[in-house]
């Protein structure tokens, strides 16, 4: 390699210093700073050149001949040209110190500070003599060789012992480079860290920092801003506000920008140096570990120009105090941002790293907008019922029986015998009804053992179901749950218009339309549609699911709605509990509910004559033994009654339309996913 300037200006040096470490030597003096000072020097000039320097010490000799491999080395090659009685004391002391460092290893003991000697002594005795030092390591040869060298040579007169091979020691340097620059990395970190929590003459240091476990020792009554609470209104004020760090940009040493999150609300903070905002202030701020929950205070500022990208636009905070309670690891699973873009986006994670990492893709902000809707679907549906006359009720999910019969059921050992998860509470819905509850509905998990993996399909969902006694026509259960429908989607296309905004930004479709009152078509009128569209199918068939896709088009097309009723199901497609038609033979007084195509809800008039009820399930070839209490409930006289369950998280996909249910599923449950 050609020298460069600095290289050779760097030569200079290490021949200067090691005039100086022989004069200290020939003096007596004490030679140990030189000598360090020295091999400090030769560091520079090797990380400079990526070589060793030329030694300047005098050649030694001719070149030797080569020795018999099976002959010890005598006495006199150990003897240096230059250095006298000091280097042949370090030689004695590299020997002794090899020894001790096979010693160790052959305990199985730690050798690190062993070897670190070890190497200081080497580079003590090259300093010195400008040579390495020679070894007396055996050469590589035969396997008893090798044996023989698991064994601490002896020692010839003069000789030292105990060397290891150049590869090992190469090993050893090499372990030695590594370990320096981890305490270099960390000799950096504690340094940076130190100016951050404030040294020196930092003014601020008492202003900002990583607070101390919260273990609710002290209860200070602060009063705390929500970030969705930071608007116009508040310019001026000094508000407290704990938040997410969704973003960090460092713009320079006084100056860092940090976005604050909470729930699906974002604003923007700036810390910034000035006589009470220290540097160290804001490149603790700059070093903050995005998703962390921090505690910020400061003033509301109104900015020049509205800040983009936040909700909270017309606002920023100005910082005067910042503290981190509880810190975020460095390197995150999945970024939370990416969990918000739209699928298409080669950025946005797989459905089963989001799934995997739930709880960071549940802070995305479409999500957080997707489970406020979710939550509004059940808040209103319970609110439009309570309105009604309704009383909730909450039955059992541990059963005895198959609630709706079939293999689709989990089964459990129940204290010696077997026991079932609820397939559905209709059974008790019913019995309520029976015992003169007259309208009544139930929120809660249902159970379905389907080997389902679809994009609608879960193994445990949350059931909305109502049931209701009426006077002369099951139609008056049916007007019900219209009224309930067009009081939900009312609901949330008044009062969450933002979060459907939020939602659409992510998974862009066209607003969800209903008709006041809902189109209601009946079992033939269906048919027909889907015969004239090219769909062959007989009059009692069932309708497959690409066929209910293909009706909710043609619906959709006819009729602008994406809500509609099927009316009068056939009698032989429907449960035994089915109340039958009583002027269609071979159909009934059963209905379903769709959205956008897919169905959502099934529901009929269910049979309250325990006659009646005994003879279907014998057409269906139900045994009597297994419903003899279902049957029962109805023998003491009971209300003619219908209803219907829906599962809350289709209602959400489907409202919004969403692709898959485990958008709308807290923590889904799927033939192939239990966790977390």
């Not at 000072?37 to 990380?47: H, I, N």
């Not at 100016?195 to 003459?201: F, H, I, L, R, V």
């Not at 059921?409 to 026991?419: N, P, Q, T």
């Not at 002369?472 to 009224?483: F, N, R």
């Amino acid at each position: 390699m050609s020298a460069t300037p600095e290289a050779a200006a760097l030569l200079e040096k290490i021949k200067a210093q090691g005039d100086e470490v022989r004069r200290l030597k020939t003096e007596g003096g004490d030679a140990g700073p030189a000598v360090q000072a020295l091999l400090s020097l030769k560091g520079e000039y090797k990380t400079l050149t990526g070589e060793d320097p030329p030694s300047s010490a005098p050649k030694q000799g001719k070149k030797k001949k080569k020795k018999d491999k099976s002959a010890p080395a005598p006495a006199a090659a150990a003897a240096p040209a230059a250095g006298g009685d000091e280097a042949a004391a370090l030689l004695e002391k590299i020997t002794a110190q090899g020894n001790e460092v096979r010693r160790i290893k052959g305990e199985g003991g730690d050798v690190g500070a062993a070897v670190k000697a070890l190497l200081a002594l080497k580079g003590d005795y090259k300093a010195l003599t400008g040579q390495d030092p020679p070894s007396s390591a055996p050469k590589q040869g035969s396997k008893k060789d090798k044996k023989k060298q698991q064994e601490p040579a002896p020692a010839a007169s003069g000789a030292p012992t105990g060397e290891l091979s150049k590869k090992q020691l190469k090993k050893l340097e090499k372990e030695k480079a590594k370990e320096d620059r981890k305490k270099a990395t960390a000799a950096r970190v504690a340094a940076e860290q130190a100016a951050a929590q404030g040294g020196g003459d930092d003014q601020s240091s008492e202003l900002y920092g990583n607070l101390p476990t919260l273990t609710s020792a002290t209860r200070p009554g602060r009063s705390y801003t929500k970030v969705e609470e930071l608007t116009s209104a508040k310019e001026g004020q000094t508000v407290l506000v704990r938040a997410r760090v969704h973003a960090v940009r460092e713009k320079s040493s006084k100056l860092t920008f940090l976005v604050l999150r909470f729930k699906q609300f974002t604003a923007q903070a700036v810390c910034l140096v000035n006589e009470t905002v220290s540097k160290q202030m804001t490149k603790f701020a700059a070093r903050l570990n995005l998703e962390s929950l921090i505690d910020v205070e400061g003033t509301v500022v109104k900015p020049d120009v509205p800040v983009e990208g936040c909700s909270q636009k017309e606002v920023e905070i100005h910082i005067s105090k910042l503290f981190c309670v509880s810190q975020a690891v460095p390197r995150l699973p999945v970024q939370v941002d990416d969990c918000g873009l739209p699928e298409s986006d080669k950025r946005h994670p797989g459905q089963d790293v989001r799934l995997d990492n739930r709880i960071l893709d549940l802070r995305a902000t479409p999500n957080q907008a997707i489970f406020r809707i979710q939550s509004a679907v059940c808040e209103l549906f319970r609110s439009f019922l309570l309105s009604q006359g309704f009383t909730e009720i909450h039955s059992p999910k541990l059963i005895g029986a198959a609630s709706e019969g079939g293999a689709n059921v989990f089964k459990l050992k129940y204290f010696g015998s077997d026991a079932f998860l609820a397939q559905s509470p209709q059974l008790y819905k019913q019995m309520a009804i029976a015992s003169d509850f007259d309208r009544v509905f139930e929120v809660a998990p249902v159970f379905r053992a389907e080997d389902s993996n679809t994009h609608r399909h879960l193994t445990e969902f949350v059931g909305l179901d109502m049931e209701m006694a009426f006077y002369e026509h099951y139609h008056e259960v049916l007007d019900m749950l219209d009224q309930m429908f067009v009081s939900i989607f009312r609901g949330l296309q008044t009062r969450f218009a933002q979060e459907i905004e939020t939602v659409n930004q992510q998974f862009p479709r066209k607003p969800f339309r209903w008709l006041e009152p809902s189109l209601r078509l009946e079992w033939p009128e269906a048919i027909a549609m889907l015969r004239e569209s090219g769909e062959e199918l007989g009059d009692f068939d069932d309708l497959s699911t690409p066929q209910e896709v293909k009706l909710g088009k043609l619906v959709a097309e006819k009729y602008e709605t994406d809500f509609y009723v099927l009316d009068k199901f056939p009698l032989c497609i429907r449960p035994f509990y089915t109340m039958p038609d009583p002027h269609s033979p071979g159909y009934s007084n059963s209905y379903d509910f769709f959205m956008r195509g897919e169905e959502i809800m099934s529901g009929a008039q269910r049979i309250h004559d325990p006659v009646l009820l005994e003879e279907r399930a014998r057409v269906h070839g139900i045994p009597l033994s297994g419903i003899q209490s279902y049957v029962d409930a109805f023998k003491y006289g009971c209300s003619p009654h219908a209803g219907g369950g829906v599962g809350l998280e289709r209602v959400a996909m489907l409202f919004l339309g969403l692709p898959n249910i485990r958008r709308t599923s807290l923590f889904p449950r799927t033939p192939n996913r239990c966790a977390p």
